[in-house]
């Protein structure tokens, strides 16, 4: 298999599907009658879509739905469009930098695609009145309690990395409920609300609004014409927009496209810097320079896996087979046998993938080559004052 094949040929028709769907939402494809007549429709419901964002927004402006304050300083971090921006390693070098200073951290996550409970309990609950569970503790702060298969892959990355640091995880779709227990029992004086901008009934007094430098806005339509969950205006809605993904390089445009909208919010710069190659199994890590000149295998289930493939080639590393999954991808044992197969037959000399797939895999596997992942940290290119500001700001 080629560098930048991706096993399209192996999807069943209705993954081929998602995909079209998928290429036609991000503008990879605008050629056809079947793209658009998909993107008219796709329109349609971004009209009814914004109309719902629209008066949701107007019913917690004028009070007619509350936000709910929790008592303690909380930090929303967030974005306006759906895919990769780069929240978790964000929210991770955030708990990280607060807990340093002394503050007891909790994060609430929803847990997307984390393990619900089943809907007949929910339902006899509701018919006897019976006491509302507590939200899921994915890590207390000195302990990981929780695997990903319950907790989520990233509230459960959150966990294992940051547990060293005395920062718990909580997860729940009433973030009002799990930030409530989290002070309560966990004792936290400080709430970071992961992926939160959209979640209005809990109160912020911070947020921090993500940027993905490499695809700000998409084409600027709302879902599901585009990637958009909030209009490009509510970039007004942020005390601080991180850029992230950066290269470096200035983009003039952006910046005024976001003082158009905020002239007030300070901007940091920032990117995903490659650490090193982390065992999955057994092993010691591996320096960044191990990938050069070295054939590997790569397989990743996220939102832009072209940029996990761009820092493995740039340090040298030659793909000599590679597989691509959606977003969030449950891993069965047959994708990974043909992961393995296909690494197998390309005689690669070890396996890559990203640390938010590594949390997803069984803890059994045996492949047939050395399997790594790619550990990133947050890098500040430019505005380290403003975020050290930021960082005063919070834990003041």
């Known amino acids: 298999m080629s560098d930048t094949e991706d096993s399209t040929a192996t999807r069943s ?9 998928t290429d036609v939402i991000y503008d990879h494809r605008k050629d056809g009658r079947a793209v658009k007549i998909l993107a008219a429709f796709l329109r349609c419901l971004s009209f009814l879509f914004a109309g719902i964002v629209r008066m949701r927004f107007f019913l ?37 930098v607060m807990s340093q200073r002394g503050r007891k951290v909790a994060i609430l996550s929803r847990g997307y695609k984390s393990k619900k409970e089943p809907l007949w309990k929910r339902l006899f609950r509701a018919l006897t009145h019976g006491e509302r569970p507590p939200p899921r503790v994915v890590s207390d702060g000195k302990v990981v309690r929780l695997g990903a298969s319950v907790a ?24 009002v409920y799990a930030g409530t227990y989290a002070i309560r029992e ?15 009934p809990l109160k912020g007094a911070i947020k921090l609004l993500l940027v993905d430098k490499t695809n700000p806005f998409g084409n600027e339509h709302l879902l599901p014409r585009g990637i958009l969950r909030e209009p ?34 300070e901007i940091i710069e920032c990117t995903h810097q490659p ?99 790619l550990r990133l940290e947050i890098e500040i290119l430019s505005g380290e004052d403003v975020f050290e500001s930021a960082v005063k700001r919070i834990c003041e």
């Open 13 to 21: 028709p209705q993954e081929r599907f998602v995909q079209f769907a």
């Open 275 to 373: 650490k090193r190659l982390c065992p999955v199994y057994d092993g010691e890590d591996k320096p960044l320079e191990s990938l050069k000149g070295v054939r590997v295998a790569a397989f990743s289930g996220i939102a832009t896996p072209d940029k996990f493939e761009e820092f493995l080639r740039r340090y040298g590393a030659q793909i000599a087979y590679n597989r691509r999954f959606f977003d969030h991808h449950n891993f069965t044992p047959k994708d990974l046998e043909e992961v393995f197969s296909g690494a197998q037959a390309a005689g690669v000399e070890f396996i890559v993938t990203t640390e938010k797939d590594m949390v997803r895999l069984a803890r059994d596997l045996k492949p047939p080559v050395p399997l790594y992942y």
């Open 152 to 175: 989520g892959d990233e509230p459960y990355m959150l966990a294992r990395n940051l547990v060293s640091c005395g920062v718990s995880v909580v997860v729940d779709r009433d973030r």
């Open 232 to 265: 490009v205006s509510h970039l007004k809605r942020g005390d601080y927009i991180f850029l992230t993904k950066s290269n470096g390089k200035p983009d003039e445009a952006l910046i005024q496209k976001i003082k158009k909208y905020n002239s007030k919010a």
């Open 60 to 96: 917690y402006r004028n009070r007619i739905l509350r936000d709910t304050p929790l008592g303690c300083k909380v930090v929303v971090v967030g974005n306006l469009t759906v895919g990769g921006t780069g929240k978790t390693p964000v929210v991770e070098k955030m708990a990280r």
């Open 186 to 200: 966990l004792g936290a004086d400080i709430i970071i609300l992961d992926d939160g901008m959209q979640y209005l």
